[in-house]
């Protein structure tokens, strides 16, 4: 089972994993062209990447979109974000996928206009990670030098793997997980979803 493996030899075998997702592994290495700072793909294409492949699905089943985050304070800007979007937008127009880009740095200017909460600014893109609705989502991955992929996993990797999606109270809603649990039970059966805790947090963030 690889999730009782050596972390080392998980990282191995999320690379492994990851890499059977031909659209995944262009968007990577499409990405590292474009050179932005602090990015990751991540979100839903990484981990239902590995769900798909556990479950013995399609790598690339039912996957929506792609997701790069990246992190520039510098120019907080929409104009200079939209130049970044807009770059993507050539570099991926032949990908028979969607892929979002967004700068963490700017969310907080944006976030309470379109969810009615305010969303202190994120200090770096893996913060940005942090605050997705389940620990087991929280992951993201880079291309750096010489091919090397760069793994932020914060929460490990073990739930992932055994299908186990654990819920984030201190940096998510409960509404929002369990929508999300509803939706991803319904694509994927297998999984087994962890209850909210009692007393958990109930900051709106998605």
Partial sequence: ?????????????????????????????????LGLPGWYLTAGCLFQTVWNVVTGRPPAGGIKDYDVFYFDDGDLSWEAEDAVIRAGREVFADLPAEVEIRNEARVHLWYEDKFGVPCPPYPSTEAAIDSFAATTCCLGVRLEAGGRWRVYAPHGLSNLFNLVLRPNPVLAPRSVYEAKSVRWQGQWPELTVLPWPHGGSSMERP
């Fill in 1 to 33: 089972m690889i999730s009782r493996l050596p972390l080392d030899e998980q990282l191995e075998s999320l690379r492994t994993v990851l890499s059977r997702n031909d659209v995944l592994t262009d968007v990577l290495a499409r990405t590292a062209s």
